[in-house]
Every structure is written in C-alpha cells, then in structure tokens.
C-alpha cells in the first residue's frame, strides 16, 4: 500500500464514473487548484447497494491510483479500512431534499400518485405524511430517474437538492421539504474527502479546502447514526445545523423531534438512545438485537482526536 507521496504532480482524485460524482470531483479539484479527476470503476454489488461505490474508490486509493477519494457523504458507511481516515469536508450544498414534478407541494398530489426514489428513508417518511401515495422504489444516476419521469413512469421524483444543484438543474426543482417533514439522511449535501492514514502530505491539501462547520455537521450526524447502530438499510434521518453559539440536531424516523444545545449536545442524545434500547429491544436499528439475538459487536472506528 502507497503511505505517501510528495505534491510535485497533481492531486488525483478518485470517484466513480456518474455525471454527478465526477461534477463533485471537479468541484474539489478547482478548489485545490491542481487536480486531476479519476474515474474508479464501483465493485461488485447488488443494485441499490451504495457501499459499492465506496469500495471501489477506497481500493484505488489504498493502491495508490489516486490519492483522494470524493464521496458523497451520505454514501460513506461507519466501518472502513484501518489504513484510510476522512481527511476533508468542502463546504456543504443544501442538505433538504426535493421534489421533481408538478405540483408545490405535497398536499397537491392527488391520490394515489406515484413518486420515485431509492431511499428506505425516503418512502418511510413519505408515507407517514401521506399513506395514500404510491411510493416506488427507482435506482439509478440522477439522469436515469430523470429521464423516467419525463416518459411518464412516475408522477414525480423525491432527489437530494443538492445533487441537482451541482448538476445545475435546480430549475427542475418543483419545491423542496421542510426539514421536519422530510429530515435528510446524514452527511446529506456534504462531500467526504478519504486519503491514506500515513499521507500526511494529502490530508494538509484537503484540509486546506475543508469548511469548519461542514466538517462539525457531518461529524455530529454521523456520531447520532453511530449511537442508533443505523446501517444504509434503516430509516433513519438526522441533521445538524451549526447556529450562533449552538449546534442543532434535527432528528428523523428513529431519533423522534429536533433537539438543540450547544457543541457537544448529541453526544447526550445518543446515550439516551442507547439506554432507551437496553431498556427496550424492539427499539434497536439492529434487525438480530430486535428479534432477541445477540448482534455482532461492532469495533469503535474513533481514535484519537479524529472525529470520524
């Protein structure tokens, strides 16, 4: 495994081959200045299985094809490779999602309409607001669902806004949901920079381009999903907002209401989500603690003073 390198050529960045990764990529690359943008063929994986992505990324940058890996941040699971760390947060789009379609809101959809999207979180929201809604499950790029829309598969598309704005099609954006209605998955509208833990040399060059507040978000939510055991197949919404002086947490599906407090404030939260499941097993995100099983133990992935 490559440990390090001198910056004497430019930075490659990996990510996979999508319109919108590699927007996000170059996004990154003319922040840094000097950069080369990589496209990384996913690994093997089932379709909606969004940790393919990931793997394929993480493997070139252990390799030493590219130096970073570009992540959407929502993508990223909580185990990864020992030998890579996240080493910066750019700063954060529009973490809401949004609605492709026609109508202003989700009152305005008749009944029975069918909305597209891929996410487990997405439908079980949907849903508690409006039962009567067709929610099918649509993978694929952005440009795929798109596409499925306007040949009339779907009355409309739920998308995360901020992949659209970087694809610059915000203009088909019909409106987007309240926070509380619809909270979006962690690391939603942030992008996750991953280098090797050695490469010291890199990581300056990320933090270099890194947003404090994104960067106190993302590790806040992710902290919350780490607290509920959360894997990519729970329903679970959580968001931090950084505001004067305070750092706000809004919870979804598994964390209830919003909750406030200063810095620090979720660390609280999340151990007394941790005792609330003790107590009561069928609380759990994990499907082996629900049913009575013990669950595999899972290993810390905090060291240190990294907050990942």
Sequence with gaps: MKTS?????PLKLG????RLALTQAQLVADALGTAEVVAVKSSDGAPGD???FVRGVERAVLAGE??????????????????????????????????????????ELPEGARLGTASLRRRSQL????????VAELHGNVDTRLSKLAEGEYDGLVLAAAGLQRL?????IAFRFDMEKLTPAAGQGSL??????????????????????ALIELTAERAAVGALEATCHTPVGICARIGPGELGALGGRLLGGGRTGRPGA??????????????????????ARRAGRRPRRRRARLRGKEPW
């Design 15 to 18: 990510t996979r081959g999508s």
């Design 168 to 172: 610059g099609r915000a203009d088909e």
């Design 127 to 134: 849903l508690a607001l409006r039962p009567d809604l067709d």
């Design 5 to 9: 390198r001198q910056l004497s050529d």
């Design 192 to 213: 996750a920079l991953e280098g090797r833990r050695q490469d010291s040399t890199v990581a300056a060059e990320a933090a270099r381009i890194s947003d404090h507040d």
């Design 50 to 52: 969004k940790e393919r």
């Design 66 to 107: 590219v130096d970073l890996g570009v992540h959407s941040a929502k993508d990223l699971p909580g185990e990864r490779p020992e030998e890579l760390r996240l080493v910066g947060v750019p700063v954060r789009e529009d973490p809401r999602d949004a609605y492709v379609g026609e109508a202003s809101s989700l009152d």
């Design 266 to 287: 979720h660390d609280a939260a999340g151990r007394r989500a941790r005792r609330e499941r003790r107590r009561d097993p069928s609380r759990s995100a994990d499907p």
